[in-house]
Every structure is written in C-alpha cells, then in structure tokens.
Antibody
Framework: QVHLQESGPGLVKPSQTLSLTCTVS??????????WSWVRQPAGKGLEWIGR???????NYNPSLKSRVTISVDTSKNQFSLKLSSVTAADTAVYYC?????????????WGQGTTVTVSS | QSVLTQPPSVSGAPGQRVTISCTGG?????????VHWYQHLPGTAPKLLIY???NRPSGVPDRFSGSKSGTSASLAITGLQAEDEADYYC???????????FGGGTKLTVL
C-alpha cells in the first residue's frame, strides 16, 4: 500500500521561500504508471492545483503560480519537493502531495494527509 | 472563481438520492477531458471517489456514480448515509490553462 507523507516548516516568513517534501513509501516513485502532484487548500476555500512532475523531471504548473513554483524529484530518496518563492499571507494553506495514476485516467488516487503552512512574520 | 462550477451546498435525508453538478466549458469537460470526483472530510486526505467520468476505484460503494454530458458532469449518491457528509470536488484538465482544474467544492449535509 503506497503512502505519501508531507514534511517541512509549518511557519514561513513573508517574502521567503516555502519548501516542502513528499516522501513516498510502499512503492517506487519511478514507476511509469504514475506522476506526482501538489495541491493546496486555503482555510475555508477549495482545492487548488499547484503543479505536477513526471519521473523524467518534466513539469507542469498552475499558470497563476508558475513564476514562483518549482517542483523537483529525487528518485534516489523516493521523494518529490515543492518550492514556492516570495510567499505572502495568501499562500497560507494546507498543502497536499498526491499520486497521479495513469491507471485511473490520470486521477489523483493516493494523497498525503496534508501539512499546514502559515505565512506570518 | 473556479473554472469548474459546483453548487456550494446540497442536502438530503438519510436514504435519499442527491446529485452534485459540475459545469465546465469547451476547453475542459467539453473538450472530452475526463472528470474525477473526490470526497474530502475536514482534516483528512481527499479520497478518490470516481475516476474517468464514471468509474469507481475498488472499495468505493456502488451508491456513488458519475456521469458526463457535453460540458457538464454529475455525481450521484443514492441511499444517503450520515457518513457521506463531506465536501465533494470535481476535477478535470483545461487545455487553455494547460493544467488541472478543480471545482469550487460542494458541501453535502445529511439532514
């Protein structure tokens, strides 16, 4: 059973860079059947897609965040990561990592529990 | 403003049937991109409920079903149970944005 776990600082200062890591256990991040995404949910709001990465390293990002987002993968550690630069209070949210499955028509079939990130001085 | 439009809330009594709509446009649902549905309870990980418009992952009860027509999709839940009370999100792909899009979410209340 594949398990995803987010980790990283829960508090980030405005204008700094938010950095999160998602560790994949119970399966290989290099499997060609899957790729990997980040999604966030601000308090009281809906889900917002941040971006995705293929194990080749190719990425796609939400156009509204593209200038500030970098998603990378470390296959040796079975992890993928999110960096969001120049953060403001609007970036305060629960951040989820998720697996995208080609088997399930590229739906997100496994999710982490989420980690809360607050942007505040 | 979400690219995919869902009603903010729906409600139903135990045992009843409810539907949640998801309305998109010609660059997403209408462009024949698949629609997926997720169930989200506060403080937990979202759960994949329906994939590829009308398919259930193993373990999802057949009380949940999905459909798609034109630029819209729907999630139907029959035999409502108290445990179904949650937020539900539709998701697709948008070719104009070149990215994944979610609906704004619908809160289901079981009366």
């Amino acid at each position: 059973q594949v398990h995803l776990q987010e980790s990283g600082p829960g508090l980030v200062k405005p204008s700094q860079t938010l950095s999160l890591t998602c560790t994949v256990s119970g399966g290989s991040i290099s499997s060609g059947n899957y790729y990997w995404s980040w999604v966030r949910q601000p308090a009281g709001k809906g889900l917002e897609w941040i971006g995705r990465i293929y194990t080749s390293g190719s990425t796609n990002y939400n156009p509204s965040l593209k200038s500030r987002v970098t998603i990378s993968v470390d296959t040796s550690k079975n992890q993928f990561s999110l960096k969001l630069s120049s953060v403001t209070a609007a970036d305060t949210a629960v951040y989820y990592c998720a697996r995208v499955s080609r088997i399930y028509s590229v739906a997100m079939d496994v999710w982490g529990q989420g980690t809360t990130v607050t942007v505040s001085s | 403003q979400s690219v995919l439009t869902q009603p903010p809330s729906v409600s139903g009594a135990p045992g009843q049937r409810v539907t949640i709509s998801c309305t998109g446009g010609s660059s997403n649902i209408g462009a024949d991109f698949d629609v997926h549905w997720y169930q989200h309870l506060p403080g937990t990980a979202p759960k994949l409920l329906i994939y590829g418009n009308n398919n259930r992952p193993s373990g999802v009860p057949d009380r949940f079903s999905g459909s798609k027509s034109g630029t819209s999709a729907s999630l139907a839940i029959t035999g409502l149970q108290a445990e179904d009370e949650a937020d539900y999100y539709c998701q697709s792909y948008d070719s104009s944005l070149s990215g994944v899009v979610f609906g704004g979410g619908t809160k289901l209340t079981v009366l």
